[in-house]
């Protein structure tokens, strides 16, 4: 099968790798479609610390597959079943020399049917697949396209959940890329009173009022987010110091300011004179898999249009070809296609 290695940092490689073999009680995946992470693929390809794996790796985390062949001891999937979060290599494990970044850029993947493995084996192996509490069902109804938005979609829901109550809350978020357009479309949905997106980009910025922010500041077009302490909640999706600087004194006594996102310094500094006397810092923890059935709930009743996110459509060799999409100002959202249906 075709796969994409980082063969060493800055460098990605299409090659053959063999189809993965499923243990009992894995199933085999046939790809459809995977997703671009700009910030995690970007810090694995480019080696950046704390990410970087050991290389060569097997890209990508934010795939989606349809089950071709299930193992002899496996309950809970069968043949047919729409799944997320496959892997060509698993997190831990290597084929042939290369290791798990995730492992979901192939043709073909695993996922593994956990609880059927700790019911019937509670002393096996399978606690080196813990990864796999991630890999859950999708409705068959649902197009590729929103199935692999579902991931990104679960974590800023489970994310928001941590920030407290939105309802009636007035709500900043900062970064206007795929994950900050999706903390702006669950804060609307959630009921916030206000949503303002801050970023750099016009075409990221009209989306995001598509999907409901009332205010959006362009930065790069001379914007400032300045004013009183008006926010209940501040959502920061890039992790940058500058931005935290700027944010803080805006956030209301017994605020929250929710990190979600991580430059590449990997450190948050804080000024503690700009803070109001009493707010919490949240260092987002998100639990996908916790929330998956709630979020399919939710989105069952008004889901979102994944065409709002994706701009970019490739095969697996326009990988680099979607790295470079997503510098380009026209840019959300990038997803490498495989056996689509």
């Not at 069902?137 to 939105?166: N, R, Y």
């Not at 709500?171 to 900050?180: F, I, K, N, R, T």
Request: hydrophobic share 40%; net charge neutral; with cysteine.
């Amino acid at each position: 099968m075709k796969a994409a290695i980082v063969e060493a940092p800055g460098k990605i490689v299409i090659r053959d790798l063999p189809v993965p073999k499923p243990n009992p009680y894995q199933a085999l995946v046939r790809m459809e479609v995977t997703g671009v992470c700009s910030a995690t693929d970007r810090k694995l390809s480019l080696g950046l610390k704390p990410f970087a794996p050991s290389y060569p790796a097997l890209l990508g985390h934010e795939g989606v597959g349809t089950i071709v062949e299930t193992g002899a001891r496996v309950v809970n999937f069968t043949v047919g079943d729409r799944v997320l979060r496959p892997c060509g290599i698993y997190p831990g494990h290597e084929m042939e020399g290369v290791s798990s970044a995730w492992g979901s850029f192939c043709e073909f993947a695993l996922v593994t049917d956990l609880d059927a493995w700790k019911e019937q084996e509670p002393a096996g192996e399978h606690s080196r697949f813990g990864y796999a509490r991630m890999q859950k069902k999708v409705p068959a109804h649902w197009s590729t396209d929103a199935a692999c938005m579902l991931i990104t979609w679960k974590e800023t829901f489970s994310s928001l959940q941590q920030g407290g109550e939105i309802d009636g809350r007035a709500v900043a978020v900062l970064g206007d890329g795929a994950v900050g357009l999706s903390f702006a479309a669950w804060s609307h949905a959630l009921g916030a009173a206000s949503v303002e997106v801050v970023g750099h980009r016009a075409f990221r910025l009209e989306r995001a009022r598509r999907l409901g922010a009332s205010v959006t500041r362009n930065l790069r077009a001379g914007d400032v987010f300045e004013g009183g302490r008006d926010f209940d909640l501040i959502v920061d999706t890039l992790g940058s110091n500058e931005a935290v600087a700027t944010s803080l004194p805006r956030l209301k006594n017994d605020g929250k300011f929710l990190v979600y996102g991580m430059d590449s310094t990997f450190e948050t500094h804080f000024d503690r004179s700009a803070a109001p006397q009493r707010w919490s810092y949240v260092q987002a923890n998100p639990d996908e898999a916790g929330v998956h059935d709630e979020v399919l709930r939710r989105l069952h009743k008004k889901q979102f249009d994944p065409a709002t996110w994706i701009t970019f459509r490739g095969s697996l060799e326009n990988l680099p070809k979607a790295f470079t999409h997503l510098e380009s100002p026209e840019s959300v959202k990038a997803v490498i296609t495989f056996h689509e249906t």
